[in-house]
Structure formats: structure tokens, C-alpha cells
């Protein structure tokens, strides 16, 4: 009793970083971005002038939220709550793309239901989100894409909610951006029929992460 009496209540243990690092077998990439196909690198003028623009696009959001906050929605816009996942992947991108319908039936009217085509990243809807629920829907997006294909609904909307993203960054949504990154990069090298408009795209989130949001850490990788 005595001799446990003068031991301390916590023991730190004394581990040399040095010992495990050689005994360890897996190795974790925390960039992991692939450069872009042959052809399909974009220039040094085509990312400034993006990153320019994307810019732009933010000043202007936080400029005038206020307002676009005060409007009044359609009566037709029911937004999801924050923890409602595939609401928000239903909302975003729409039944169709939801449900992978390619073929429509002749009498659906696109233009005009957004219940199936997913309704478009409105100033008046994106206003309305906290960092929360952009945090949180950006990572229900960036889920999504990890197991399916890049479509104009989903592209439209990760651009919008990246807008959306106050400075500085969360460590969640730091993370989910490189990974939203890396996700572009392999689509865009496993993706066989180049397309040029979806290759731009790509090319433009793999950008706006790099060079506007992580600069010191992926500025140098291949964008």
C-alpha cells in the first residue's frame, strides 16, 4: 500500500515516433489528386481568371444575402431540414438523376418540374443556409459523387455551395473539399469519352480547391 501510495495517479508512456514509423506498413495520401489527361490540363490564364471570377461570385453572394434571405420561395420549395440526406440529394439533383432515370416519357415538361430535375442553387435557397447546412449538404453531395457519375445537376451545386463556404474553413469542410478534389481528378482520368464540357467542369472544382481554398497545401499539385 505504501509503495502505491507514491505512485502518480497517470503515467505518460515515453514512445520514440521514430520506432513506429519504421514498423508501419500502410501510408495515407492526404492529397492523392491525379494529374489531368494529356490535352486536358488546363492553363495558368484559364485558373486565374476562374479563380477571378469564383471570387467575384463570393463578394457578391455575402453582399447582398440579406436580401436574397428576405424573399419570399416559391410555394412549390419545401427545403429539406440539414440532417434530411436524401432530401437534400432528392432536392439538389432531382428525382431523375436520383433515381437514375434516363429514359423521360414524352409528355414531362423539365423545364418546369423540379420535383424531377432537382431545383437550381437560387440566391433566394442558398441565402438561406448557415455553414451548418452547407457544410452538411456539400458532404451528402461529395458522398454522393464518390459512387456515381458527375452530372450538370451535381456540378451546378457543389460550385454553388463552395460560394457559400466562409473563410476560414472548418476542418470538416477542409477536408471534404481535398476530397471533392481528389474525386474530380479520378473521374476525370477514368472518365473514357472525353467530354469536353464535363472535362471543364472537373477541371474548374479541381481549381477553385487548389488555388482559391487550399493554396499552401495543393498549389502545387497537377490541376
Given amino acids: 500500500r505504501i509503495e502505491a501510495a507514491r505512485c502518480p495517479e497517470v503515467v505518460v508512456a515515453q514512445i520514440d515516433p521514430k520506432k513506429l514509423r519504421?514498423?508501419?506498413?500502410?501510408?495515407?495520401?492526404?492529397?492523392?489528386?491525379?494529374?489531368?489527361?494529356e490535352?486536358?490540363?488546363?492553363?495558368?490564364?484559364?485558373?486565374?481568371?476562374?479563380?477571378?471570377n469564383f471570387s467575384a461570385v463570393r463578394q457578391s453572394l455575402n453582399k447582398h444575402r440579406s436580401h436574397w434571405r428576405s424573399q419570399h420561395l416559391d410555394s412549390n420549395v419545401t427545403m429539406p431540414t440539414?440532417?434530411?440526406?436524401?432530401?437534400?440529394?432528392?432536392?439538389?439533383?432531382?428525382e431523375r438523376v436520383y433515381?437514375?432515370?434516363?429514359?423521360?416519357?414524352?409528355?414531362e415538361n423539365l423545364g418546369i418540374d423540379y420535383i424531377k430535375v432537382g431545383f437550381p442553387p437560387l440566391l433566394s435557397i442558398?441565402?438561406?443556409?448557415?455553414?451548418?447546412?452547407?457544410?452538411?449538404?456539400?458532404?451528402?453531395?461529395?458522398?454522393?459523387?464518390?459512387?456515381?457519375?458527375f452530372t450538370?445537376?451535381?456540378?451546378?451545386?457543389?460550385?454553388?455551395?463552395?460560394?457559400?463556404?466562409e473563410k476560414p474553413l472548418l476542418p470538416e469542410a477542409h477536408s471534404l473539399i481535398r476530397q471533392l478534389a481528389r474525386r474530380?481528378?479520378?473521374?476525370?482520368?477514368?472518365?473514357?469519352?472525353?467530354?469536353?464540357?464535363?472535362?471543364?467542369?472537373?477541371?474548374l472544382l479541381i481549381c477553385l480547391v487548389s488555388r482559391?481554398?487550399?493554396q499552401r497545401d495543393l498549389a502545387d499539385e497537377p490541376s
Fill in 184 to 203: 474530380c481528378s479520378e473521374v476525370r482520368v477514368l472518365e473514357e469519352n472525353k467530354n469536353e464540357e464535363q472535362m471543364s467542369a472537373l477541371n
Fill in 82 to 94: 440539414s440532417e434530411d440526406e436524401e432530401g437534400w440529394k432528392k432536392f439538389c439533383l432531382g
Fill in 99 to 107: 433515381s437514375e432515370i434516363d429514359a423521360l416519357s414524352d409528355n
Fill in 152 to 165: 450538370p445537376e451535381l456540378g451546378r451545386w457543389l460550385y454553388a455551395l463552395l460560394a457559400c463556404l
Fill in 22 to 37: 519504421k514498423k508501419q506498413t500502410v501510408n495515407i495520401s492526404i492529397s492523392g489528386c491525379q494529374p489531368a489527361p
Fill in 212 to 214: 482559391y481554398f487550399d
Fill in 126 to 149: 442558398v441565402s438561406r443556409m448557415n455553414q451548418a447546412t452547407v457544410t452538411s449538404v456539400l458532404e451528402y453531395l461529395i458522398s454522393w459523387f464518390g459512387e456515381k457519375k
Fill in 39 to 52: 490535352g486536358y490540363s488546363p492553363t495558368l490564364k484559364w485558373q486565374q481568371q476562374q479563380v477571378a
